[in-house]
């Protein structure tokens, strides 16, 4: 496990490197920022100085390897727009989407797996019908769509919900949280849906394959004919072997919404880094793109190795395999 951990951090620090010079290149090559923050209007030594405080009147490979040392130091820049660290900048973001993704993330489980061991366990029952009939929807609509939906219905129609915002939110070591107030959790729980219904397609429709194709198999077979409950057959029989493949995508699908809940923190003006970024490609604030899109490449290398210790865990297979 220990050889295997050394090459994954390894893999992960190539993967950073490359990702690194691809992100700050690119970024330089679209538009100049210096169009849209200095002052037109300004005279020439005000413009020239104001340059020089952002950094922009060297070389590009000079800032390049500037930003090279300064990311080994964990230090990504100033915000040319908010003249505060990057890192800084979006950590302060990072709760509130985190707080999103978890819930999102939860609700998929919660409610993915049991409809979707139903509909692999009673195929042709008219509720497992309905089940992945409602899949195919949550696939088939645009988030964005979606998340006005929910917003005219629960906070137009209704009135039972907020729209937007964060709410009220308590600091716990620091963090503000929302999910400890009765406000920041009402305000959280529609865009944690929004969040959640293509994942919960996405899980219904894993654990249904999983659970038809594992219910076959001949262990399941003997474990019935054992006189096992069938409690016990579809908890520890099926259940446990369905889980690897769910883990993998829900740990991908978590990175994704950490990373890309852009346009769900837009339409419920969820102040999480999605939005932050949003702001940011507007302005050409390069800084914050380029931490936003390194912490980004980091957390998904830190969610796959998650992932792979947590397969070993579920299935003892895989750790013999990496001692041989």
């Keep these: ?106 609700f998929a489980l919660v409610i993915g797996i049991p409809l979707g061991m139903y509909a692999g366990l009673y195929p042709k029952s008219p509720v497992s019908r309905t089940i992945m009939a409602g899949s195919v929807i949550g696939f088939s609509t645009p988030n964005f769509w979606q998340g006005l939906m929910l917003i005219m219905l629960f906070a137009v129609f209704w009135r039972i919900l907020p729209a937007g915002g964060r709410g009220e939110t308590v600091d716990v070591l620091g963090i503000p949280v929302s999910f400890l107030t009765w406000d ?85 003006a969820w102040p999480g880094i999605g939005k932050l970024l949003i702001d940011s490609i507007g302005l050409l604030d390069r800084p914050v793109v380029v931490a936003y899109l390194m912490l980004t490449v980091f957390m998904f290398v830190m969610i796959n190795l998650v992932v792979d210790i947590i397969y070993s865990l579920l299935d003892p297979r895989i750790r013999v395999k990496r001692r041989a």
């Excluded at 390894?10 to 490359?18: E, N, R, T, Y």
């Excluded at 209007?41 to 800032?63: F, M, S, T, Y």
């Excluded at 964990?74 to 999103?100: K, Q």
């Excluded at 003997?222 to 829900?250: D, F, M, Q």
């Design 1 to 106: 496990m220990l050889a295997y951990l050394i090459r994954r951090f390894g893999q992960a620090i190539l993967v950073m490197s490359v990702m690194a010079t691809i992100v700050f290149f690119g970024l330089y090559m679209v538009g100049n920022p210096v169009d849209l923050l200095i002052n037109p209007e300004d005279d020439l030594l005000a413009q020239e100085a104001a340059i020089r405080r952002l950094g922009l009147d060297k070389p590009v490979h000079i800032q390049f390897f500037h930003f090279l040392g300064g990311l080994v130091q964990g230090d990504l820049g100033t915000s040319f727009v908010h003249n505060t660290p990057a890192l800084e900048l979006i950590l302060s973001r990072l709760p509130a989407t985190l707080e999103l993704a978890f819930l999102g993330v939860f």
């Design 184 to 268: 920041g959790l009402s305000h959280l729980f529609l865009p944690a849906l929004n969040v959640a219904i293509y994942k919960i397609s996405l899980v219904i429709r894993l654990t249904r394959a999983g659970t038809a194709e594992i219910g076959l198999q001949d262990y399941v077979k003997y474990a019935r004919a054992r006189g096992l409950s069938e409690w016990r057959v579809i908890n520890v029989h099926i259940l446990k072997n369905i889980l690897i493949p769910v883990v993998t995508v829900v740990g991908l699908e978590l990175g994704n919404v950490i990373a890309f809940a852009v346009v769900t923190e837009t339409v419920f």
